[in-house]
């Protein structure tokens, strides 16, 4: 699923670190300070918005949100309709 | 209230000429367009912008002692004044004006420096000893007025502002790197640094000594908490109302003289609201207060302006301010703030002394202050929740404290502890560091960073910012409890840098009208320095003192209002027009290119981001502000300096050339 990872990767390089482009998928948004408190709803907003699917409260975790490969397989699982929350 | 410029020549400097100053006076002729004064001699020349306000027909400057020996020339006011004059009169000196100029030089021949600890003002003075080839220059307390200064080619330059300096002969400006770190991580580059590396400040409440062997700067005074004094310790609450009440309207009234009539800023708010209240007591005759209001409403207070003005039944003023307002106004703005600034709220204060200035006043009397000495911001607040929380890190309640200060914490609380642990506890359980309480703040701040060029970068190096430790924090700042530290360190890393310069100083003194802030009356934040921390904030009660103060005299809908920042629109001015407009020309990969400071490809990202509606950080809307700031200033004073028209045959220009020992126009 190339296309996830390249819009998302896309979304944060354009909008949070404006081109400066050495994100690897396993890079922790939280330790490298890319996202402050507001961009993680941002965030959240796009992925809704792009993927039309509704990120639940309990799923708002960096297990999900925190790193590109993250989001991707977070974002794959409840395409497959079968998300799951991390946490439960 | 006046502008001061100068400089000497001790080596193979430029020889004093009247030239010379009329060019540098003309930059600041907005600061005193009443009178100009010029004094020269072999080594010095000193020059004054004055706008006057006490003892009208007297007080020009440059002024002597009566032996010729000393000579000033001062900017701002000694509010003591007629004390000191009556102190020195009975010692036997005489004094022939009713002007404080007049007592300071006096005060100053007869005590020398320790005199500074003696004057309760706001002021930046140059004294020069004709006899022993001395300078002295002074900066008041909390550093109200501003005074710069740089060695130049064999010359030694000072004045009050930047602008003067970069008329003298042969003076470019380049940037400071590490100024630049520092504005856009807590907003502005703290004395001696100024944003231009050829560029010096004089500290707040410090003075200097320059001669042939060099500048010496002493410290006269720094702001404090937790001094003990039993009064304190053993006072009610009662009495400490009662002592704040008489202290603040001494305060008052002091600011209260002048020949001219005063006004006030009514912002709706606590603390301009009981200085308006203050003064209504004590005007005689007309009193006007002046407020800002908003097309935006999210920005908006004006309800609770005019709800304060009719009940105060004063003459009420409003500048209505709409977006492309500010946009339009912004480039004459940062021409007088002389630093890149990251938010656009010094350009509606400057809308409003405009007001001020058209309605014919020239002094109006503001709140600035309040929330640093009685303890009134959210980032105290911040600071005392997340040294509550250290205390017991895996705690899942202590943090949604947090969400009393974060209003949008409703909605980050969606989140989780998690993250709210990582956003707001970071460096958590280290609450000994003396940069604690801000660092989040400027952490976040940093971010506006991204957009530096690699050049800049490497210019800055490994010299970037911690501010707390070029803050002057005094030894027993460690012992401290973590209200004393944060507001010691707001004091001293914004109150003068930012917000007396470009909220006020500069906003103001852009249209010749003089702010004058009774909060910062020494003895007021002498008074705050000994008040017990639970009378400052109170749990998580702001102003706790000063809030019981105004229960006495205010409504409870004013006394009792949750503090809202004063803020402005920022990417919605600057980006509220369909045609071009100089945001476009400043943002251009061409004029960021010449200036190269900043990364063109990342700034159109940002500027991509706005014009296709998506949703802005805090953080864009700060880099949005620094990056036109600093882009409107490099053309203005590195690129293209373009001097106003020296001082000419209408200006009211007096000459004291003592090498021709003749007074002339």
């Known amino acids: ?88 | 209230m006046c502008g001061i410029a100068g400089y000497l020549n001790f080596k193979k400097g430029l020889v004093p000429s009247k030239e010379t100053m009329q060019a540098m006076l003309a930059t600041i002729r907005h600061r005193g367009p009443d009178q100009f004064g010029i004094y020269l001699d072999d080594t010095a020349a000193l020059g004054n912008a004055r706008l006057s306000i006490i003892d009208l027909d007297h007080g020009q400057q440059p002024m002597a002692t009566s032996d010729r020996r000393y000579w000033i020339v001062y900017n701002g006011e000694i509010f003591n004044h007629k004390e000191l004059r009556e102190e020195l009169q009975s010692s036997g000196v005489a004094i022939e004006t009713h002007c404080d100029t007049e007592v300071f030089l006096k005060l100053f021949e007869k005590e020398g420096p320790d005199c500074l600890r003696r004057l309760n003002g706001q002021f930046a003075a140059a004294i020069w000893d004709t006899r022993e080839k001395r300078l002295f220059l002074a900066r008041d307390r909390l550093g109200i007025r501003p005074l710069y200064y740089s060695f130049h080619g064999g010359s030694f330059v000072f004045g009050s502002e930047i602008k003067v300096l970069a008329s003298f002969p042969g003076l470019q400006l380049s940037w400071d790197a590490v100024a630049l770190d520092q504005i856009f991580t807590g907003w502005s580059c703290l004395a001696p640094r100024s944003p231009f590396d050829e560029i010096k400040q004089l500290r707040p409440g410090s003075y200097a000594c320059l001669d042939e062997s060099g500048l010496q700067e002493q410290v006269y005074w720094q702001p404090s908490f937790e001094v003990e004094d039993p009064a304190f310790r053993s006072a009610s609450e009662t009495d400490l109302i009662d002592a704040l009440h008489d202290l603040l309207l001494d305060s008052v009234k002091l600011r209260l003289q002048a020949d001219v009539p005063v006004g006030a800023y009514l912002s709706g708010g606590l603390d301009s609201s009981l200085i308006a209240s203050l003064v209504k007591e004590n005007a005689r005759g007309r009193f006007d207060t002046f407020s800002i209001a908003f097309s935006d409403a999210n920005f908006d207070e004006s309800e609770h302006q005019q709800r304060m003005a009719s009940l105060l039944d004063t003459e009420h003023q409003v500048i209505k301010v709409a977006n492309e307002d500010i946009r339009d106004v912004f480039p004459e703005v940062i021409w007088h703030c002389e630093s890149p600034i990251l938010r656009t709220a010094p350009a509606p204060m400057f809308l409003l002394s405009r007001l001020v200035n058209r309605s014919r006043y020239k002094v109006v009397l503001t709140g600035e202050g309040a929330d640093e000495f009685f303890a009134g911001y959210d980032i105290f607040k911040e600071a005392k929740i997340r040294a509550f929380w250290a205390k017991e890190p895996e705690s899942q309640r202590r943090p949604k404290l947090l969400e009393r200060i974060y209003p949008d914490l409703q909605n980050l609380a969606r989140l989780g502890p998690k993250y709210l642990a990582s956003f707001f506890g970071h460096g958590l359980t280290d609450t000994t560091s003396d940069s604690y309480s801000h660092n989040i703040r400027w952490t976040n701040t940093r971010r506006a960073k991204r957009f530096f060029s690699p050049e800049l970068n490497d210019a800055i190096g490994t010299r970037t910012s911690n501010l707390a430790s070029e803050a002057d924090l005094p030894a027993e700042f460690k012992h401290w409890d973590i209200l004393s530290r944060a507001q010691r360190l707001e004091i001293s890393t914004f109150l003068s840098s930012y917000l007396l310069s470009s909220q006020g100083d500069r906003v103001g003194m852009g249209n010749s009208v003089e702010g004058r802030y009774p909060f910062l009356d020494y003895r007021v934040s002498d008074f705050c320095s000994k008040l017990p921390a639970k009378f400052r904030m109170r749990g998580l009660r702001d102003k706790y003192l000063l809030r019981k103060l105004g229960k006495e005299i205010l409504p409870k809908d004013i006394w009792d209002r949750p503090k809202k920042p004063y803020r402005a629109p920022i990417h919605r001015s600057f980006f509220s027009s369909e045609r071009e407009t100089y945001v476009d020309h400043v943002l251009s990969e061409d004029s960021l290119e010449k200036c190269g400071l900043f990364n063109p490809k990342a700034v159109s990202m940002l500027t991509g981001k706005i014009k296709r509606g998506l949703p802005l950080g805090e953080i864009d809307d700060m880099a949005l502000t620094g990056l036109i700031s600093t882009q409107l200033l490099h053309e203005q004073y590195v690129e293209n300096f373009k001097a106003p028209d020296p001082l000419g045959a209408k200006d009211d220009v007096l000459i004291y050339d003592s090498r021709r020992r003749a007074l002339k126009n």
């Not at chain 1, 996830?4 to 890079?27: H, K, P, S």
């Not at chain 1, 300070?33 to 509704?54: A, N, Q, R, W």
């Open chain 1, 1 to 88: 699923m190339k296309p996830i990872r390249d819009d998302i990767r896309n979304y944060i390089v354009e909008n949070f670190l404006f081109g400066q482009d050495d994100l690897a998928d396993d890079t922790s948004f939280l330790d490298r300070g890319i996202l402050d408190s507001t961009g993680v709803l941002y965030l959240v907003d796009h992925i809704e918005l792009t993927y039309s699917i509704k990120v639940e409260n309990d799923e708002m975790l960096p297990e999900n949100l925190d790193t590109i490969e993250a989001i991707c397989a977070y974002i794959e699982r409840k395409q497959a309709g079968a998300a799951q929350s991390v946490s439960e």
